[in-house]
């Protein structure tokens, strides 16, 4: 039921970009992507809902493929502020607590 | 902007001990939730709460732990007798509602450490 990720961990130079990936085996009804920096709990990004919609925030976007039961994060011209660690979190009822992956490092260097 | 408050920041406890972690959740906000996450490793789901009552509660959620609102804005992680394996960073988050069409508020965590 926990939502698979990949890569484990990503290493960017700034300006460079990433996708991260999370897959379930199970029926979707919501994919959530969370952004956690060492020591600090984890922020929200944002949350795709079953329909196949695409969702931007700033350069961050995500793609949710209901069809497959998978999600893609999109970084572009990452910043240094964009590392961290990147879980996903899968909703497969309405209402139901989000199931977490195990995350994807990711380090942005200069 | 509102903020989920966690107390303690740090708790050391002694195995077998018992303790208690506090969370005060947005205010407006009625679905509640307990996670941990062990160092480095996954945030792991323990158990959720809505209308005074545990709605879902994973496998980790065994008879050792239990969750109450005992007021009307904290709720509570207890853990009865605590094991060194309960060790971890434990945050709390909540939700306006059961739609979840918005993401979870997660508090800043209180770091247990069970020696």
């Known amino acids: 039921q926990q939502p698979v990720q990949s890569p484990q961990a990503v290493i960017l130079r700034e300006g460079e970009d990433a996708v991260i990936n999370c897959s379930s085996s199970?029926?979707?009804?919501?994919v959530h992507w969370y952004r956690q920096k060492h020591g600090e709990a984890p922020v929200f990004l944002m949350i795709?809902?079953?329909?196949?919609e695409q969702k931007g925030h700033e350069k961050i976007s995500a793609s949710f493929n209901e069809k497959k039961q998978q999600s893609s994060l999109y970084l572009t011209a990452s910043q240094l502020s964009y590392s961290g660690t990147y879980f996903c979190?899968?909703?497969?009822?309405?209402?139901?607590?989000?199931?977490f992956g195990k995350g994807t490092t990711l380090s942005v260097s200069s | 902007e509102p903020e989920v408050t966690q107390t303690p920041s740090h708790q050391v406890t002694q195995m077998g001990q018992e303790v208690i972690l506090r969370c005060v959740p947005i205010?407006?906000?009625?679905?509640f939730y307990w996670y941990r996450q062990i160092l480095g490793q996954k945030v792991e789901f323990l158990v959720s709460?809505?209308?005074?009552?545990?709605?879902?509660k994973s496998e980790i959620f065994d008879d050792q732990f239990s969750v109450e609102r005992p007021d009307g804005s904290n709720f509570t992680l207890k853990i009865r007798s605590t094991k060194l394996e309960d060790s971890a960073m434990y945050f709390c988050?909540?939700?306006?509602?059961?739609?979840?069409?918005?993401?979870?508020?997660f508090g800043s965590g209180t770091r247990l450490t069970v020696v």
């Open positions: 979190g899968t909703e497969h009822q309405a209402g139901t607590a989000l199931i």
């Open positions: 199970k029926a979707l009804y919501s």
């Open positions: 795709l809902l079953k329909g196949g």
């Open positions: 205010s407006n906000h009625l679905y």
């Open positions: 709460f809505y209308n005074n009552e545990i709605s879902e």
């Open positions: 988050a909540s939700i306006p509602n059961g739609g979840t069409v918005t993401g979870y508020t």
